[in-house]
């Protein structure tokens, strides 16, 4: 029987050279033109480079002079490092703060209704808004900041009168994190069957936002928390994280995989490293990072 499973994700996001994360879907990723810099160069450079003429003549072309960046501080267009098609990059990134909800059926057995198909608890429909600007060498409640990237492009809208006004969309937004991390939260082993030929194998965790120490979150274009519920292991979960995507069990020396013969879902410690919390308006790819060692919480 097919697994019922439901991710409602609040992060969409591009696969990044940085921090060496696999994409396993079928989807084909829709490329940016790339002129002088991509946006990739950006985040892996290091270095501010001096602003040559396709540049500032993509700068002088961007219909605003300025914008609000995410968290509310006034971003003027000359700010950009560099630059793809009509696309503004800029060297710095942001992260979310979450709100401190985040339950599982490991801690609220009743969370979810396995007959009825919908979560039992009454919930806040709404996430987390507060935005962090990221640059590197920053430190964000311990996160050190290695490298980020936001990328810009400009969009008409209609008002309620017809007329026309001018807002800024997000195509990408990356923060790279230096350093080991560990964390705590609920590691999901893709099934190694039939209906997840591509994907078998793949290690997803949702970090557990709950904690003071925060982890911190991806840009989200929506407002909804993210959901998981999987009717073949009865293990639903709710709140304001997102998926991390650590590889497959077969890139790990350590067979990983014999932890899950019970269940595909387990509450584990883990510490990783080239930690990356991404957005891409294409949804191609995910945060990640790369799995070192982790440990059984019961």
Do not use: W
């Not at 019922?4 to 940085?18: N, P, Q």
């Not at 990408?172 to 078998?200: A, K, L």
């Amino acid at each position: 029987m097919k697994k019922i499973i439901l991710f409602i994700a609040i992060s969409l996001t591009v696969f990044i050279t940085a921090c060496d994360v696999k994409e396993s879907t079928n989807e084909t990723p829709r490329e940016i033109p790339s002129n002088e810099q991509s946006i990739e160069n950006i985040v892996n450079s290091g270095t501010e480079e001096p602003k040559d003429k396709a540049l500032l003549s993509a700068i002088s072309e961007f219909p605003l002079d300025s914008f609000t960046g995410l968290d509310g501080i006034t971003i003027s267009k000359t700010e950009a490092t560099g630059f793809a098609g009509n696309i503004l990059i800029f060297d710095f990134g942001y992260i979310r703060e979450p709100s401190l909800e985040y339950l599982t059926t490991f801690n609220t057995p009743d969370l979810f209704d396995f007959d009825r198909l919908e979560f039992n608890e009454d919930f806040d429909s709404n996430v987390s808004i507060n935005y962090i600007k990221a640059e590197k060498g920053d430190i964000i409640n311990g996160f050190q900041v290695e490298a980020a990237s936001f990328a810009v492009s400009v969009m008409n809208f209609e008002d309620e009168n017809g007329d026309i006004y001018q807002e800024i969309n997000v195509i990408e937004c990356t923060v790279v994190f230096s350093g080991t991390h560990t964390i705590t939260g609920v590691m999901y082993r893709v099934p190694t069957d039939p209906d997840y030929i591509d994907m078998g194998g793949d290690l997803l965790f949702y970090p557990d936002a709950s904690s003071e120490r925060f982890f911190p979150l991806p840009y989200s274009f929506t407002s909804f928390p993210t959901q998981v519920f999987d009717f073949d292991s009865r293990f639903a979960l709710r709140g304001d994280t997102t998926r991390l995507f650590l590889g497959n069990e077969k890139d790990y020396a350590n067979d990983i995989g014999e932890y899950f013969k019970e269940s595909d879902y387990i509450q584990f410690e883990i510490t990783v490293t080239d930690l990356a919390v991404m957005y891409h308006e294409t949804g191609s790819a995910r945060s990640g990072g790369k799995l070192s060692e982790y440990k059984i919480i019961n």
